[in-house]
T-cell receptor
Framework: QKEVEQDPGPLSVPEGAIVSLNCTYS??????FMWYRQYSRKGPELLMY????GNKEDGRFTAQVDKSSKYISLFIRDSQPSDSATYLC?????????????FGKGTKLSVKP | EAQVTQNPRYLITVTGKKLTVTCSQN?????MSWYRQDPGLGLRQIYY???????DKGDVPEGYKVSRKEKRNFPLILESPSPNQTSLYFC???????????FGDGTRLSIL
């Protein structure tokens, strides 16, 4: 079993739709959970991060972490064509000596006008 | 503006010709790291540095070297590049070893 699983998509939605992106993981030591957005020919851009379980909201974006189920989600409300990108989940333990972010493979999202 | 800067952005070279990819951050971060991104394999860590003069291997270090002589700079060195090192490379930094990292815009290396 891979440490982090993420559906690669592609996912295509109409403008204004609610988008749900998800990752599952197997390592119970993970404590930091991040979502990155990557546009073509650009580096991953940090969207949101959460420490341990719970929800976090920032504008149209909501991140949820359910540690009991080892499941994290990113919701995008009122999606826009500018949200079209690849979304990567990433996670890491707290106090890990390597600081290695473990990434999902990414979900490619396309928002159609 | 807070950023991680990599150079060059694109490079085509030949097997065996030593090359260096530079990385610089202006956020006074202690932790820096190099990743490579390959289709179907995602992002994997090559090397990391906890602070000046402190570096260690990540998950895929073979064929690479790094150095950290100054806090802001963390160059990636390929002493004798081979075609299997053709990839998209990212430098990242963070305030401390755990937590979110900030990425540069990447360097696309093609080794013929």
């Amino acid at each position: 079993q891979k440490e982090v699983e993420q559906d690669p998509g592609p996912l295509s939605v109409p403008e204004g739709a609610i988008v749900s992106l998800n990752c599952t993981y197997s390592n119970s030591a993970f404590q930091y959970f991040m979502w990155y957005r990557q546009y073509s020919r650009k580096g991953p851009e940090l969207l949101m991060y959460t420490y341990s379980s719970g929800n976090k909201e920032d504008g149209r974006f909501t991140a949820q972490v359910d540690k009991s189920s080892k499941y994290i989600s990113l919701f995008i409300r009122d999606s826009q064509p500018s949200d079209s990108a690849t979304y990567l989940c990433a996670m890491t333990p707290d106090g890990g000596s390597q600081g290695n972010l473990i990434f999902g493979k990414g979900t490619k999202l396309s928002v159609k006008p | 503006e807070a950023q991680v800067t990599q150079n060059p952005r694109y490079l085509i070279t030949v097997t065996g010709k030593k090359l260096t990819v530079t990385c610089s951050q202006n956020m006074n971060h202690e932790y820096m790291s190099w990743y490579r991104q390959d289709p179907g394999l995602g992002l994997r860590q090559i090397y990391y540095s906890m602070n000046v003069e402190v570096t260690d291997k990540g998950d895929v270090p073979e064929g690479y070297k790094v150095s950290r002589k100054e806090k802001r700079n963390f160059p990636l060195i390929l002493e004798s590049p081979s075609p299997n090192q053709t990839s998209l490379y990212f430098c990242a930094s963070s305030l401390r070893v755990s937590g979110p990292q900030h990425f540069g815009d990447g360097t696309r290396l093609s080794i013929l």
